[in-house]
């Protein structure tokens, strides 16, 4: 990031940390070691992280495991606290699974998730461009000097999603296609836009960084870009970074697009990524 600090990072760790066979041993010392560091890492880099994770169900016995609580510990270990947590409500058309471990134990369907802030500190309002004018006094009066973030939100948006403690959207779904198919349906696990977009919104400013460390498949890429936010993404696996590629060109078909490749510039044109 040139050195600099992003304003704000959205992420949400991989379901796939620390499998079944690791909860058999009795230990959860896999995705404690990744997320202890990955979390450490981001609170260097970035003022406020909203960070979206769900309680592990599927833990091969009766109990769960609640990543979420264990999350919070970690950004405690890193001096960060809670500046808000909400639950995301799926909106599932069906409550079914492909791992029905409601079927052997009380443990719910997975129809919700947490969304939640974190900062050392509490965030202050730097950029006033986006403040609805009128709406000023009004916010002031009543919210106080640890509310003003919430005036880069419009009223619009503060009536339909910003005072609620439960964000109704629902969630989209993967196939899982086998096929090296540049398609972001082939990440079961992606977020919707509306999730990091309303994170963007609340907690940074036009123009600055919004850091995503868990990339996927480009979903905070495309929040910035229609926010007119600078995202820098980190993504390990090649097809994911593939796939994020193509899905910023068919989003910005006019952007001029270059990527590394054996330590060369390569304008995106020259590649044989395909959307």
Known sequence: ????????????????????????????DEWFETMRAAIKNICRNADVVCYNIADKFNTGGQFIEPTFAYSVQLFADSGFRPL????????????????PF??????????????AAFSEKEPQVIDDNEVDISEHSYVSAFANHSYKLIKRLSKQ?????????????????????????LDERNHRARFPV????????MHSDKGNIVLESFCGTGTTIVASEQTERKCFAIEREPLYCD???ARYHAFAPDAEIFLLRGGETMPFSETNICV
Request: aromatic letters at 10%.
């Open 102 to 115: 409601h079927l052997a134990s009380l443990k719910p369907v997975g129809d919700s998730e947490y969304v």
């Open 84 to 99: 808000w947590v909400r639950i995301w409500n799926k909106q599932r058309k069906a409550l079914s699974s492909s791992a």
């Open 1 to 28: 990031m040139g050195g600099q600090k992003a304003q704000l990072c959205v992420t949400s760790p991989p379901y796939g940390i620390g499998g079944t066979k690791t909860y058999e041993s009795g230990t959860l």
């Open 194 to 201: 509306t999730l990091p977009w309303r994170c963007i919104k």
């Open 157 to 181: 948006e503060r009536r339909e999603w910003g005072y609620s403690s439960i964000w109704n959207f629902p969630s989209v779904t993967g196939t899982g296609n086998p096929k090296d198919r």
């Open 243 to 245: 796939i994020s590629v």
